[in-house]
């Protein structure tokens, strides 16, 4: 026999014989993968604690531009949100806004671009718009 198995792998057993032979990534030996327990036992935990803002007015834009208000009733780890007594505002080209109910919602979070709580936040002057200077 020629050399030439023993530098493709030898006797590995053929393609990818010593790579783990389940095919994917690999580089995974904690004790979760041979289906024990897993090697640090974390809880996830949320990108945003929302449990100060239960059963309070809370502001959210979606991703499309949508805005709405509504009383933060529910929310997972996801993100997703349950909002009741909920109004949307859509404003036109000339800023005129109105509003419409909708009642109970069940929020996507992956659509969500921005909470925000009612209480406590007011609308300010965009402070990096330079005023015209006309000499």
């Known amino acids: 026999m020629s050399e030439r198995g023993q530098f493709r792998g ?6 990818g014989g010593g790579r783990g032979g389940r ?8 004790a979760n993968a041979a289906g024990g327990a897993p090697a640090a036992d974390r809880k ?3 990108i945003l604690d929302l449990t100060k803002y239960m059963d309070k007015e809370i502001m ?3 991703n499309g531009g949508r805005e709405v208000t509504g009383t933060l009733k529910g929310y997972d780890q996801l993100m997703n949100l349950v909002l009741d007594d909920v109004k949307e505002s859509t404003r036109d080209e000339q800023g005129n806004t109105s509003t419409r109910s909708l009642g109970l919602l069940v929020a996507r979070g992956t ?7 009612v209480d406590g936040s007011a609308e300010i002057a965009n402070p990096f718009v330079q005023p015209d200077d006309e000499d």
């Open 23 to 30: 095919g994917g990534r690999g580089g995974n030996n904690n």
């Open 60 to 62: 959210v834009k979606f």
């Open 44 to 46: 996830k935990e949320n």
């Open 10 to 15: 030898g006797d590995r057993g053929g393609r």
């Open 111 to 117: 659509l969500l671009v921005l909470i925000s709580p």
